[in-house]
T-cell receptor, first 114, second 116 residues
Framework: DTGVSQDPRHKITKRGQNVTFRCDPI?????LYWYRQTLGQGPEFLTY????????KSRLLSDRFSAERPKGSFSTLEIQRTEQGDSAMYLC????????????FGQGTRLTVV | AQTVTQSQPEMSVQEAETVTLSCTYD???????LFWYKQPPSRQMILVIR??????QNATENRFSVNFQKAAKSFSLKISDSQLGDTAMYFC?????????????FGGGTRLMVKP
C-alpha cells in the first residue's frame, strides 16, 4: 500500500492554457474525492466518485473543470482555459467502502497560473 | 449546509506543554462525525482523531484528545506534551453520516508552532 499519489506535484501554467492532474488512489478504495485548497484556507470539496461514477459535484466546479475516473481506478482532473483564480493546491483523497471509513489524502498538486 | 469555524488562525506552544485548538460547527444533522486532520508543511493531510456524534465519550489517541460538546456544537483538540513534530496546520472537519458521498467540510485551519 503506497498511499494516494498525485502527479504532478507542482504545475506552473500560463493563463488560458489547459492542465490535467492525475490521482492514483489506494487500491480497493472505491471512493475518490477531489478538493481544492487555496493558500491559508481549508480544503473545499469539488467532486466525488464511487467507482467510475461521478456522483456529486460542487458548485465550485465550473464548466471549465472536468473530472473522470475511467474503470474506477485512477482519476484525472482537467482545467480548461486556466485563470489566475484557479491557482491552488488540488488534493485527492480516497476511502474504502463503509460510512465510517477514514479518508486518505495525497500530497496534492500545487497549481500556479501566471 | 454545514459550516466549520476555527477561530484561532495561529497558535504557539512550548515543547512539552499542552495546547488546545478550538473548533465550532453548525449543522441541523443529528448523526455525523467530526475529525481533526494535521497537515505538516509540504506533506499530505493525515487523520489525527475522530469522534462519532452519537458517542458521549470523548475520543483520545495517545497525546491527542478532544472535548466534544454536542449541544454547544464545539469540538476542541487538546495536544499534551507537545513535540516539535506537532508543528503543522490543523483542520477541523465535519462529515454527515447519512450521506453516501461522505465528503468532508473543513474549517479554515489553525497553524500550530511548537517552540523548543
Amino acid at each position: 500500500d503506497t498511499g494516494v499519489s498525485q502527479d504532478p506535484r507542482h504545475k506552473i501554467t500560463k493563463r488560458g492554457q489547459n492542465v490535467t492532474f492525475r490521482c492514483d488512489p489506494i487500491s480497493e478504495h472505491n471512493r475518490l474525492y477531489w478538493y481544492r485548497q487555496t493558500l491559508g484556507q481549508g480544503p473545499e470539496f469539488l467532486t466525488y466518485f464511487q467507482n467510475e461514477a461521478q456522483l456529486e459535484k460542487s458548485r465550485l466546479l465550473s464548466d471549465r473543470f472536468s473530472a473522470e475516473r475511467p474503470k474506477g481506478s485512477f482519476s484525472t482532473l482537467e482545467i480548461q482555459r486556466t485563470e489566475q483564480g484557479d491557482s491552488a493546491m488540488y488534493l485527492c483523497a480516497s476511502r474504502p467502502p463503509g460510512t465510517a471509513s477514514r479518508a486518505f489524502f495525497g500530497q496534492g498538486t500545487r497549481l500556479t497560473v501566471v | 449546509a454545514q459550516t466549520v469555524t476555527q477561530s484561532q488562525p495561529e497558535m504557539s506552544v512550548q515543547e512539552a506543554e499542552t495546547v488546545t485548538l478550538s473548533c465550532t460547527y453548525d449543522t441541523s444533522e443529528n448523526n455525523y462525525y467530526l475529525f481533526w486532520y494535521k497537515q505538516p508543511p509540504s506533506r499530505q493531510m493525515i487523520l489525527v482523531i475522530r469522534q462519532e456524534a452519537y458517542k458521549q465519550q470523548n475520543a483520545t489517541e495517545n497525546r491527542f484528545s478532544v472535548n466534544f460538546q454536542k449541544a454547544a456544537k464545539s469540538f476542541s483538540l487538546k495536544i499534551s506534551d507537545s513535540q516539535l513534530g506537532d508543528t503543522a496546520m490543523y483542520f477541523c472537519a465535519f462529515m454527515k453520516s447519512n450521506n453516501a458521498g461522505n465528503m468532508l467540510t473543513f474549517g479554515g485551519g489553525t497553524r500550530l508552532m511548537v517552540k523548543p
